[in-house]
């Protein structure tokens, strides 16, 4: 196990994981601009190829109003910020990018939000589909809920593996803005693509096994590598990851034998405990001042896996708590490169990563 930390001492803690259902439903629905026959990446606009479109950028000033009646973010806009949180639409996104919205989070940067914002519509503007529902109309009918639900994409180059980040917030909301938006970003600039999940908080592992199912099925018009994928996550959103990306599980919540397991499981801040030699390899970032995921209890966990053969790597940070996100402006800043290449190293296929291994067990 690779480790990086400023401190010795591991005593074990642990809390339970939480339960998970199983989902049958498996019906996947038609991707909005489908690739043609020259295979142009989903939603592209060849008018617009080599051409920058007039938009109007957000700033730190704009109101959530602002982002939601944007055209680019067309009927999806409300899902940008947590639906299951009071967020007034005359908030500022500098009032919005606060721990006052997102609790349990910290170092949130509405300099981000604003980066995030403005990414998302450029690319709208330019053509391409930034949203996919995971479940059809059908199924939303019989169930409003699911309309809540959805992927925001992060176009990394085409054919590369994908990437399915997902948010904490206490399994009570999704804090998408600060706990995977920003790594989606980060991901796509590292030249993968990146899907963050917006998921309902009362039945998140159906939701990402539906996401992974839709990805799965419609890799090819998504312009995606298929296998070779990982799943990300921080608080909530990494009980979620390495839930999914435990195999078993994974068959459990899909009912699909034919998808495969992630190469690499990315977690943050998480009291996740349970450890099995059907996990995903696994890397882990924490701060050690989490007063409520001990990386104590990551560390611990990491040690398991390692015993059972499973590649891991474990980064705690001095003097940081719960929720840093990517990092910015802390000791953590950049780790999402480490984890990257983590996952780059974990690859099943040669010319996946196009690197060696950084990380072989003894």
Same mark, same amino acid.
């Given at each position: 196990?690779?480790?990086?930390?400023?401190?010795?001492?591991?005593?074990?803690?642990?809390?339970?994981?939480?339960?998970?259902?199983?989902?049958?439903?498996?019906?996947?629905?038609?991707?909005?601009?489908?690739?043609?026959?020259?295979?142009?990446?989903?939603?592209?606009?060849?008018?617009?190829?080599?051409?920058?479109?007039?938009?109007?950028?957000?700033?730190?000033?704009?109101?959530?109003?602002?982002?939601?009646? /944007? !055209?680019?973010?067309?009927?999806?806009?409300?899902?940008? =910020?947590?639906? +299951?949180?009071?967020?007034? *639409?005359?908030?500022?996104?500098?009032?919005?990018?606060?721990?006052?919205?997102?609790?349990?989070?910290?170092?949130?940067?509405?300099?981000?939000?604003?980066?995030?914002?403005?990414?998302?519509?450029?690319?709208?503007?330019?053509?391409?589909?930034?949203?996919?529902?995971?479940?059809?109309?059908?199924?939303?009918?019989?169930?409003?809920?699911?309309?809540?639900?959805?992927?925001?994409?992060?176009?990394?180059?085409?054919?590369?593996?994908?990437?399915?980040?997902?948010?904490?917030?206490?399994?009570?909301?999704?804090?998408?803005?600060?706990?995977?938006?920003?790594?989606?970003?980060?991901?796509?600039?590292?030249?993968?693509?990146?899907?963050?999940?917006?998921?309902?908080?009362? /039945? !998140?592992?159906?939701?990402?096994?539906?996401?992974?199912? =839709?990805?799965? +099925?419609?890799?090819?018009? *998504?312009?995606?590598?298929?296998?070779?994928?990982?799943?990300?996550?921080?608080?909530?959103?990494?009980?979620?990851?390495?839930?999914?990306?435990?195999?078993?599980?994974?068959?459990?919540?899909?009912?699909?034998?034919?998808?495969?397991?992630?190469?690499?499981?990315?977690?943050?801040?998480?009291?996740?405990?349970?450890?099995?030699?059907?996990?995903?390899?696994?890397?882990?970032?924490?701060?050690?001042?989490?007063?409520?995921?001990?990386?104590?209890?990551?560390?611990?966990?990491?040690?398991?896996?390692?015993?059972?053969?499973?590649?891991?790597?474990?980064?705690?940070?001095?003097?940081?708590?719960?929720?840093?996100?990517?990092?910015?402006?802390?000791?953590?800043?950049?780790?999402?490169?480490?984890?990257?290449?983590?996952?780059?190293?974990?690859?099943?296929?040669?010319?996946?990563?196009?690197?060696?291994?950084?990380?072989?067990?003894?």
């Amino acid at each position: 196990m690779k480790i990086n930390r400023c401190i010795i001492n591991c005593l074990l803690a642990g809390c339970s994981m939480l339960g998970i259902s199983c989902s049958t439903e498996t019906e996947i629905p038609i991707i909005e601009n489908n690739m043609t026959s020259d295979n142009k990446t989903p939603g592209s606009n060849e008018k617009n190829k080599g051409k920058e479109t007039n938009i109007t950028y957000f700033t730190s000033q704009s109101t959530v109003a602002d982002v939601i009646s /944007d !055209p680019a973010f067309k009927d999806f806009g409300h899902l940008l =910020f947590p639906v +299951d949180r009071n967020v007034p *639409l005359s908030m500022t996104l500098s009032q919005v990018s606060t721990s006052d919205v997102y609790v349990w989070y910290s170092h949130i940067s509405v300099d981000k939000t604003v980066e995030i914002l403005n990414y998302l519509k450029k690319e709208a503007e330019n053509g391409k589909q930034i949203f996919y529902p995971i479940y059809t109309q059908k199924q939303i009918a019989a169930d409003n809920s699911k309309a809540y639900t959805g992927l925001f994409r992060f176009y990394g180059e085409p054919g590369k593996p994908f990437a399915v980040t997902n948010a904490g917030g206490g399994f009570a909301y999704v804090g998408a803005m600060h706990d995977s938006f920003p790594h989606s970003l980060e991901i796509s600039k590292a030249g993968y693509n990146a899907f963050a999940l917006i998921y309902r908080p009362d /039945d !998140p592992y159906n939701d990402l096994a539906q996401a992974i199912t =839709f990805i799965y +099925d419609n890799a090819a018009q *998504l312009g995606v590598k298929a296998t070779d994928y990982s799943l990300w996550g921080g608080s909530a959103g990494a009980r979620m990851a390495a839930t999914l990306g435990n195999a078993r599980y994974l068959y459990q919540l899909t009912g699909r034998s034919d998808i495969p397991q992630p190469a690499a499981v990315i977690m943050q801040y998480t009291g996740y405990n349970t450890a099995s030699e059907y996990d995903a390899p696994t890397y882990v970032c924490v701060g050690d001042r989490d007063g409520i995921a001990s990386w104590r209890t990551m560390h611990y966990r990491l040690q398991q896996l390692e015993a059972m053969g499973i590649p891991t790597e474990f980064h705690v940070y001095e003097g940081l708590g719960h929720g840093f996100g990517i990092g910015l402006g802390t000791v953590a800043e950049g780790w999402t490169k480490d984890a990257i290449k983590f996952w780059q190293a974990n690859m099943k296929e040669n010319n996946s990563s196009g690197i060696p291994p950084i990380c072989r067990l003894r």
